[in-house]
């Protein structure tokens, strides 16, 4: 490693290290809004050394059908492979020379460009990510290598907690929610230069983006860097799809046999999105089914080497989805039934012990994000993208801390009905 690059890493390194709570040393956020649509918020924390910015650009997985499936994320992947005054190779070097990250992804909503560096080297970096976003120009042979190694990701079977989660949301939603973000082998093998260009032509505008600055920075001086390198592009209108799921009435229910270890479930309610006055329920939901749960399973039958409860979220559904893997598959049936005997038991009553507990672990999860750079930059960005407060936490604690047993059992008798998704995977031996 180059002298200079370990110099910078230490630094780092040292820095995150005796990062403060940022309750009392955050300043108010700023937004504006270029010429060009570009939405910037910035927001200074002191005692900071590291800035994190976030670029988010709206594309839900509506843009997206059978025939480009994997699309958003091939373009997303291909800004770093080359601009017309960098070549990858360049930005990958210079990234490293002043110690960043610059990482690409994409989710079923949104595509994030995300960084960290050293507050010193924050103009850099927004030169740099500026220029990938819209100076990308796809070079034939990148464009091939690329494909390549996506559709061998795709191709590639994950963990089992992940394989059982893909085969969850492919059976639970009738939207483009079901499709896996990272595209299918035979979708991406038919995905050509011309269909990337054209695609990041269309929705790669200013207009179209969220920015978010965090760090030990002069608002003014990041508002006028940011429009150095992001103001001079233009932007045309760009028209999303919304994403719209239907209201699930039935159960839905898929099985599939693999070449696995073990064997794993996952049982699935739809619930409310955090955009919902029922967000505070669902996070206590998700917590305390996840105790009870483990204890059945793991603790009191040994059945289990995991279990948990999840929280799918995305901008237009939310899902409280139960795992476990299973030790032997002969006890498949046995785990669904006592998984949902614990769901349906939230509607019996909860005691005031639990209610403590779980609110307690709640607003610990809550207290403990965004208590860096780099976690409260993707908080803003997702805020303003779903419209709500930059103080959202906040306002969220304070509804933890009011909620009452009659608030839960409430909610649980209104999502937990017999319309839940329930999926396995089998071993075949």
């Not at 390198?229 to 994403?243: L, Q, R």
């Given at each position: 490693?180059?002298?200079?690059?370990?110099?910078?890493?230490?630094?780092?390194?040292?820095?995150?290290?005796?990062?403060?709570?940022?309750?009392?040393?955050?300043?108010?956020?700023?937004?504006?809004?270029?010429?060009?649509?570009?939405?910037?918020?910035?927001?200074?924390?002191?005692?900071?050394?590291?800035?994190?910015?976030?670029?988010?650009?709206?594309?839900?997985?509506?843009?997206?059908?059978?025939?480009?499936?994997?699309?958003?994320?091939?373009?997303?992947?291909?800004?770093?492979?080359?601009?017309?005054?960098?070549?990858?190779?360049?930005?990958?070097?210079?990234?490293?020379?002043?110690?960043?990250?610059?990482?690409?992804?994409?989710?079923?909503?949104?595509?994030?460009?995300?960084?960290?560096?050293?507050?010193?080297?924050?103009?850099?970096?927004?030169?740099?990510?500026?220029?990938?976003?819209?100076?990308?120009?796809?070079?034939?042979?990148?464009?091939?290598?690329?494909?390549?190694?996506?559709?061998?990701?795709?191709?590639?079977?994950?963990?089992?907690?992940?394989?059982?989660?893909?085969?969850?949301?492919?059976?639970?939603?009738?939207?483009?929610?079901?499709?896996?973000?990272?595209?299918?082998?035979?979708?991406?093998?038919?995905?050509?230069?011309?269909?990337?260009?054209?695609?990041?032509?269309?929705?790669?505008?200013?207009?179209?983006?969220?920015?978010?600055?965090?760090?030990?920075?002069?608002?003014?001086?990041?508002?006028?860097?940011?429009?150095?390198?992001?103001?001079?592009?233009?932007?045309?209108?760009?028209?999303?799809?919304?994403?719209?799921?239907?209201?699930?009435?039935?159960?839905?229910?898929?099985?599939?046999?693999?070449?696995?270890?073990?064997?794993?479930?996952?049982?699935?309610?739809?619930?409310?999105?955090?955009?919902d006055q029922l967000y505070p329920q669902v996070l206590f939901l998700?917590?305390?089914?996840?105790?009870?749960?483990?204890?059945?399973?793991?603790?009191?039958?040994?059945?289990?080497?995991?279990?948990?409860?999840?929280?799918?979220?995305?901008?237009?559904?939310?899902?409280?989805?139960?795992?476990?893997?299973?030790?032997?598959?002969?006890?498949?049936?046995?785990?669904?039934?006592?998984?949902?005997?614990?769901?349906?038991?939230?509607?019996?009553?909860?005691?005031?012990?639990?209610?403590?507990?779980?609110?307690?672990?709640?607003?610990?999860?809550?207290?403990?994000?965004?208590?860096?750079?780099?976690?409260?930059?993707?908080?803003?960005?997702?805020?303003?993208?779903?419209?709500?407060?930059?103080?959202?936490?906040?306002?969220?604690?304070?509804?933890?801390?009011?909620?009452?047993?009659?608030?839960?059992?409430?909610?649980?008798?209104?999502?937990?009905?017999?319309?839940?998704?329930?999926?396995?995977?089998?071993?075949?031996?």
């Amino acid at each position: 490693m180059k002298p200079r690059i370990l110099a910078i890493f230490s630094a780092i390194i040292l820095a995150s290290s005796f990062l403060p709570s940022c309750a009392s040393e955050q300043g108010e956020v700023q937004k504006t809004v270029l010429d060009n649509g570009l939405t910037l918020l910035v927001q200074e924390v002191k005692g900071f050394d590291i800035a994190s910015m976030v670029l988010l650009v709206k594309l839900p997985c509506s843009l997206e059908d059978e025939h480009n499936l994997g699309i958003r994320n091939f373009v997303h992947q291909m800004l770093l492979k080359g601009t017309e005054k960098r070549s990858a190779v360049e930005i990958a070097s210079q990234v490293e020379d002043i110690g960043a990250t610059l990482t690409p992804g994409v989710t079923e909503d949104y595509a994030m460009l995300t960084s960290s560096v050293l507050n010193e080297f924050s103009g850099e970096i927004l030169a740099i990510m500026a220029d990938v976003t819209f100076n990308a120009t796809f070079p034939e042979e990148e464009v091939g290598r690329a494909r390549a190694t996506l559709i061998q990701q795709a191709s590639r079977q994950r963990i089992i907690w992940r394989e059982v989660i893909r085969l969850f949301t492919q059976t639970h939603f009738a939207s483009a929610y079901s499709y896996p973000p990272e595209g299918r082998p035979q979708t991406l093998a038919k995905i050509n230069r011309q269909d990337l260009v054209d695609f990041y032509t269309r929705y790669y505008q200013p207009s179209n983006m969220i920015l978010a600055v965090v760090g030990d920075l002069d608002s003014a001086e990041v508002r006028g860097a940011v429009e150095e390198v992001f103001g001079k592009f233009s932007s045309s209108p760009v028209s999303i799809p919304e994403v719209i799921e239907e209201e699930h009435t039935s159960i839905k229910e898929a099985e599939e046999q693999r070449w696995v270890a073990s064997a794993a479930l996952a049982i699935g309610y739809s619930v409310p999105t955090l955009r919902d006055q029922l967000y505070p329920q669902v996070l206590f939901l998700q917590s305390y089914l996840g105790e009870k749960i483990f204890d059945q399973i793991r603790e009191e039958r040994g059945w289990s080497y995991a279990a948990h409860v999840t929280y799918l979220e995305f901008a237009n559904s939310g899902c409280l989805v139960a795992f476990c893997d299973l030790n032997k598959k002969e006890n498949l049936d046995q785990a669904r039934q006592v998984i949902l005997g614990v769901i349906r038991g939230v509607k019996e009553g909860i005691s005031e012990e639990d209610m403590e507990q779980h609110k307690t672990a709640v607003l610990g999860k809550i207290a403990r994000g965004g208590q860096t750079s780099w976690e409260k930059a993707p908080q803003l960005v997702w805020y303003e993208l779903y419209g709500l407060p930059y103080d959202f936490d906040d306002e969220l604690r304070g509804k933890i801390e009011e909620l009452t047993c009659e608030d839960i059992e409430s909610v649980a008798d209104k999502y937990f009905k017999d319309n839940y998704t329930y999926v396995a995977i089998i071993p075949l031996w």
